[in-house]
T-cell receptor, first 113, second 112 residues
Framework: DGGITQSPKYLFRKEGQNVTLSCEQN?????MYWYRQDPGQGLRLIYY???????QKGDIAEGYSVSREKKESFPLTVTSAQKNPTAFYLC????????????FGPGTRLTVL | ELKVEQNPLFLSMQEGKNYTIYCNYS?????LYWYRQDPGKSLESLFV?????AVKQEGRLMASLDTKARLSTLHITAAVHDLSATYFC????????????FGKGTKLTVNP
């Protein structure tokens, strides 16, 4: 089955810790994205990557970092510099500039203790 | 900068009734998307509207796009309880980037 997987589903972090959220896709998509969703809000773009070894900041990149070493993987690290990281994180992918749709993974819910 | 506004943000309706959700966007967007989200779940793609006058229908949902008015609508016909969810519209920033800008969502509750 082709799709996007995210792990873990739930993640708890102590203040001051860095944590990494995993996102893998087997759709052979060039572009991948990370969004953050807060309760009662729409999605906000954190980072996106249109090709391997390249990525761009989105609207709320501060306190986050990413890497894109492989086409199928786009991990997101939430650093201790992110002051309010508790949220639902969604990863998405698309075929890139030629793609029409973005497809979303199941999400990771991060809670800071 | 593209801004997307949805209204209403909350909608409670009776089964069997019709209603429309509105999505206004502030600047040129070459694509308009509608997604559905169930509580605690990811986003499910409903419609992608690519051109002025585009209309797409799936079951009890119909989406349309008026690029001149910068308006998309999601019309619900004869609502059923299973349609209860949060619906998001999103515009794509014109110019080749795949960046989407989302509205805040409309939480729809269909009551028996």
């Amino acid at each position: 089955d082709g799709g996007i997987t995210q792990s873990p589903k739930y993640l708890f972090r102590k203040e001051g810790q860095n944590v990494t959220l995993s996102c893998e896709q087997n759709l052979n998509h060039d572009a991948m994205y990370w969004y953050r969703q807060d309760p009662g809000q729409g999605l906000r773009l954190i980072y996106y990557s249109q090709i391997v070894n390249d990525f761009q900041k989105g609207d709320i990149a501060e306190g986050y970092s990413v890497s894109r070493e492989k086409k199928e993987s786009f991990p997101l690290t939430v650093t201790s510099a992110q002051k309010n990281p508790t949220a639902f994180y969604l990863c998405a992918s698309s075929e890139g500039l030629a793609g029409v749709e973005q497809f979303f993974g199941p999400g990771t819910r991060l809670t800071v203790l | 900068e593209l801004k997307v506004e949805q209204n209403p943000l909350f909608l409670s309706m009776q089964e069997g009734k019709n209603y429309t959700i509105y999505c206004n966007y502030s600047t040129t967007s070459d694509r308009l998307y509608w997604y559905r989200q169930d509580p605690g779940k990811s986003l499910e793609s409903l419609f992608v509207l690519l051109s002025n006058g585009a209309v797409k229908q799936e079951g009890r949902l119909m989406a349309s796009l008026d690029t001149k008015a910068r308006l998309s609508t999601l019309h619900i016909t004869a609502a059923v309880h299973d349609l209860s969810a949060t619906y998001f519209c999103a515009g794509r920033i014109q110019g080749g980037s795949e960046k989407l800008v989302f509205g805040k969502g409309t939480k729809l509750t269909v009551n028996p």
